[in-house]
Structure formats: structure tokens, C-alpha cells
């Protein structure tokens, strides 16, 4: 019984340490950006909005009911005075009364739209045009989350990376302090030489302070972007040992951008829709004609209680009429609205073609520092094994008299500048490339 109590609470912390602890790799965390993102699921959220906008547009082609009912009570009865003149010339008045003091009315309307001087028609396809504006507006959404969760991602693991590179750089300061203080004791070396590595033993300690910063700073912003709790330990299953440097040709690149991203395509349906605008606008100046049909039941009492829903207490009537709405003088509104309509239509085309500029310049800026990256991490190369050689061939100079304490800091120096400007090189180059990614419009990917 002990032994299957003890299972019990060992599977419920298992699971606990699960729920504070998630271990993720670049394309995990894209995906739970995607899945758990606010901004990514409001932009999903508009689809049903423009569903919604569709649905009103089309209504307006459908036939309307409606069901009306009122009760009147004449609280003091319209009077009327009728005076009567006899052959002798006399004349005589009287006091009329007319109504009943409880009045009831039940009535069905219904109407159809006959011609709406093309408003239906040109609302249904702006609603048509809304839901492509909203597609491109969802992929978007995607492109910059999935891109600025990478980043993210990318940034702590860079900034991991350079933690891990200054710790070492610590560790091996503190073990040339050990050495030193030990021949030191020994008389072998000087007591310059000693302080120049106790100076440089403390000096390491600022470095490694302020990248353990970076990192929990980064891995904060991580975990905002990803929704998950303040709390939860993030495990990066990612690295950023090998970037494939892409072979690619601006030409191309901004080619495949004007027909792939999804803000273009937004700007094209605004043109569409402000063009169709124009139309709706304009049927101010055109009639309307609907077909109208009433049936009503009413029903005049003296008293309250003689309602009643059977008998002859109630009379029917009915009636069908063709109605047109042609309006004549609106006051000028409707040019007014026509002037407004034209003008966002104009805007929206020098929109679009100032959208186009704009994404050719994103693309060459996105390409630019593509290429940048990728000459930064080919000329640094093997730059952090040479380092690393010479500070073991420092060490051991120094530890046989031959090379100097100095000597062997710089190479110390250099090992760690060496290993901190290629994770930066490897960061900034996946980074580039991502950034070109959705500067041409591709969906999001590790490499390009």
C-alpha cells in the first residue's frame, strides 16, 4: 500500500514539474506561438466578422416580415360638433364621438426589394472582397508571429550561448589565477604577474553578470510571446551551431514578393472594395422599388375584458401596394458622398503603389543584411578553434617560463571575443533569413 502511495505522488510531481517545464525546439515554439499568440487568434476572429458582414449584405436581396401588434387606449375620445339647418332656417348642434376606448391591432408586413439601383449587388461583393482581405490579413498574422517568435527563440538562444562562452571565460580566468598563485607561492613568477590575474579573474565576473541578465531578459520576452506563465522553465532544444548560407537573386526575390505577400493582396481588395463604394454611392441618385403587402387584424372594444381572439370581434383587411423611392434633392448629400467615395478610391490605389515601393525596399534592406550575415560567418570561419589553440599553447608557454602572463591573457581575451562574435554571426545570419523570408511573402521556415 506504501509502495503505491509513493507511485502515486511520484507521477503527480512528475506532472507538476511537467506543467512548470516545457523543453522546445525553433518549430515547437513557432507552433505554440501559433496555437496560443492573442494577436494571431483575434486575427482569426475576423473571419467570422466578415462571415457576418456577408450575411447582412446578402439580406438585403431576401424579402423582409415582420410582425407588428399595439394596443391604444383613448383615454378621452375624439369629439367632434355637426350642425344641422332646418327648411325654417333654424339650425341645430350636436356632439359626436368617435373610436372606442380600447384598441387592438395584429399586422404582417412583408416586403420585398424589387431594384435597389445595384446597393445589394455591390455590398455582397465588397463583403466578397472583405473575406480575401481577411485571408491575407490571417496570413499576416502568421508571418509575424511565427517571425517574431523565431527572433525571440533565436535571442535566447544567442544569448545563452554568450552566457555559456563568459562563464568559461570566468572558469578559465579563475583556473590561470589557481596556477598563478600557485608558482607565485612557489617563487616562480613575479607578484605582477599575480595580480595581473587576480585583475583579470575579477574582470570576467562583470561579463558573465550582465550576460546571465541578457539571457533571463530573453527568455522573459520568450515566454510573453509564447503566452505561457511567468513561471515556466523553458528548455531550448534548438542551437545555433550550422546556418545554410542561401544563394539568392534580389531580382527574383522582389519578383516573388509582389506576388506573395499578403499585405499586397490586402491593398488590392481595398481597391476593389473602395471602386465598388463608388457604386453604392452613386445609387443615391436612382430610385428604388419594393413590393409592400399588409394583413392586419383589429379589433375596437368598449371594455377591456371583451377581448378575444375568436368570434367576430376582429376584422381583417389587406392590402398590397408597389413602392418607388426616387429621391429627387437630398441637399447635395448625395454628390457629397460620391466626391468621398472617389477619393478614398484614388488613396487606396496611390496606397498600393506606394505598398509596392515599400516592399522592394524591405526586400533589398532584407537581402542586404542576408548577405552581410553570411560574409560575417564565413570570415570568421575557424576563428574560435584557432583561439582555443592558442590559448592552450599560452598556457603551456607560460607554465614552462617561456611565454609571459600576458601573453596568455591576450589569448584569453581573444578566445572569448572569438566565441561570442560567431554566436552573434550564427544569431544575426538566422535571423536575416527569416526576416527575407517574410519579406517575400514565405511561409515561415528554419532555413530558407
Do not use: C
Not at 472583405?130 to 523565431?150: L, S, Y
Request: glycine share 6%; aromatic share 8%; net charge neutral.
Amino acid at each position: 500500500m506504501r509502495i503505491f502511495a509513493v507511485v502515486v505522488a511520484l507521477l503527480v510531481l512528475a506532472s507538476v514539474v511537467s506543467a512548470d517545464s516545457v523543453e522546445l525546439s525553433r518549430r515547437q515554439a513557432v507552433q505554440t506561438a501559433l496555437e496560443q499568440n492573442e494577436a494571431y487568434q483575434s486575427a482569426q476572429l475576423e473571419k467570422d466578422r466578415i462571415r457576418g458582414q456577408y450575411i447582412e449584405a446578402r439580406s438585403g436581396a431576401f424579402p423582409k416580415l415582420t410582425l407588428e401588434s399595439s394596443y391604444l387606449r383613448n383615454i378621452d375620445l375624439q369629439t367632434s360638433f355637426l350642425t344641422m339647418t332646418g327648411e325654417d332656417g333654424t339650425s341645430e348642434r350636436f356632439k359626436l364621438q368617435f373610436g372606442t376606448p380600447h384598441n387592438y391591432s395584429l399586422g404582417l408586413n412583408l416586403y420585398q426589394p424589387l431594384y435597389s439601383a445595384g446597393r445589394v449587388g455591390a455590398a455582397i461583393k465588397i463583403a466578397g472582397y472583405g473575406n480575401k482581405f481577411t485571408d491575407a490579413g490571417i496570413v499576416q498574422a502568421r508571418h509575424e508571429v511565427a517571425n517574431a517568435t523565431d527572433r525571440a527563440y533565436l535571442a535566447a538562444v544567442a544569448a545563452r550561448e554568450a552566457e555559456g562562452a563568459y562563464r568559461e571565460a570566468e572558469q578559465l580566468a579563475d583556473s590561470n589565477l589557481a596556477v598563478v598563485k600557485m608558482l607565485f607561492d612557489q617563487g616562480q613568477v613575479s607578484e605582477f604577474d599575480y595580480l595581473q590575474a587576480q585583475v583579470r579573474a575579477a574582470n570576467t565576473r562583470p561579463d558573465r553578470i550582465a550576460a546571465a541578465n541578457r539571457t533571463r531578459l530573453a527568455f522573459d520576452y520568450l515566454r510573453n510571446i509564447l503566452a505561457l506563465p511567468t513561471g515556466t522553465e523553458i528548455k531550448l532544444a534548438s542551437t545555433i551551431e550550422k546556418v545554410e548560407i542561401p544563394e539568392i537573386s534580389l531580382g527574383k526575390l522582389t519578383d516573388e514578393a509582389i506576388q506573395n505577400r499578403p499585405e499586397l493582396r490586402q491593398s488590392q481588395q481595398m481597391i476593389s472594395i473602395n471602386k465598388k463604394l463608388i457604386s453604392i454611392a452613386s445609387s443615391g441618385y436612382r430610385p428604388s422599388l419594393g413590393l409592400n403587402s399588409r394583413v392586419q387584424w383589429d379589433s375596437f372594444q368598449d371594455e377591456f375584458k371583451k377581448v378575444s381572439f375568436s368570434g367576430d370581434t376582429w376584422n381583417r383587411s389587406w392590402n398590397v401596394a408597389l413602392v418607388m423611392n426616387w429621391p429627387i434633392f437630398t441637399g447635395f448629400e448625395t454628390s457629397g458622398k460620391v466626391r468621398q467615395a472617389k477619393v478614398d478610391y484614388s488613396q487606396s490605389r496611390l496606397a498600393n503603389t506606394q505598398l509596392i515601393r515599400q516592399i522592394g525596399l524591405e526586400v533589398r534592406d532584407a537581402f542586404g543584411r542576408a548577405e552581410e550575415a553570411g560574409k560575417r560567418v564565413e570570415a570568421i570561419g575557424e576563428t574560435v578553434s584557432q583561439a582555443e589553440r592558442g590559448v592552450e599553447i599560452a598556457q603551456v608557454r607560460f607554465k614552462n617560463g617561456i611565454g609571459i602572463q600576458l601573453e596568455f591573457l591576450g589569448a584569453q581575451v581573444a578566445l572569448t571575443t572569438a566565441r561570442v562574435n560567431r554566436i552573434a554571426a550564427l544569431h544575426d545570419l538566422a535571423v536575416a533569413i527569416g526576416e527575407l523570408r517574410r519579406a517575400v511573402g514565405r511561409e515561415w521556415d528554419t532555413q530558407w
